[in-house]
């Protein structure tokens, strides 16, 4: 007796957006194309549009989801923590969608812009100016993004450190270039630089300069 097929999950835009998330995470959002999506899941691209109004509706559907991953800075306790928390919730969600980086920053979101304007209440609440704020923000905020696509566009895949190690040998003379020698073995090395977050430490760095700036609000 012949196995009856296994039937196909229905299609809702839940489905597709996670579908084309995951799709994306895995190949980068150049391989997210309508057809492509559909083969994934199993029916004809045109179907999707019953669901998705088009190629821009779906990427904008797909920013919300990586969005949802992120949090706002609490309202309450201590400024500072509540920002470096908010940070790093952003910082975290980027990484794992590496694609949503330059495209948050052209297409802003109604999420997106709630964060925006949670992140400057919270530095007014603060007690820094409207000025200082200004500053502090735009610091803030491209430090969120900027070092994270700075990350995104730097970190090899584990299968090419090999290969990367013995370039770096080759083309990064010590007796000339001692010290990137050794700051470029670093990254091919184990060792406690592995234990800090750059970003964090960055992010620290910004939040405890920012602190004494309240004084003169």
Not at 27 to 54: D, K, P
Not at 101 to 122: E, K, Q, S, V
Not at 167 to 180: G, Q
Request: proline share 6%.
């Amino acid at each position: 007796m012949a196995a009856e097929p296994v039937p196909r999950l229905p299609l809702s835009r839940d489905r597709i957006l996670r579908s084309a998330l995951s799709l994306a995470d895995a190949e980068g959002i150049e391989a997210l194309t309508m057809r492509r999506l559909g083969q994934e899941l199993g029916f004809e691209a045109m179907s999707l549009y019953n669901h998705v109004q088009n190629k821009d509706g779906l990427l904008d559907g797909m920013l919300d989801l990586v969005l949802a991953e992120t949090e706002q800075p609490p309202p309450e306790g201590d400024w500072s923590a509540a920002v470096r928390t908010s940070a790093i919730s952003a910082h975290g969600a980027l990484r794992r969608h590496p694609w949503a980086c330059t495209l948050l920053m052209a297409r802003f979101r109604p999420a997106r812009l709630r964060y925006m304007d949670a992140l400057l209440g919270r530095l007014r609440e603060a007690g820094f100016s409207a000025d200082t704020t200004y500053s502090a923000y735009h610091l803030l905020d491209g430090h969120i993004f900027g070092f994270s696509y700075w990350e995104i566009t730097h970190e090899p895949g584990s299968a090419d450190l090999g290969d990367m190690a013995a370039m770096f040998e080759r083309t990064i003379d010590a007796a000339e270039l001692p010290h990137l020698h050794e700051h470029g073995r670093q990254h091919f090395a184990e060792g406690p630089h592995r234990d800090v977050s750059a970003f964090e430490l960055g992010l620290d760095l910004i939040l405890r300069g920012l602190e004494p700036l309240r004084d003169e609000s």
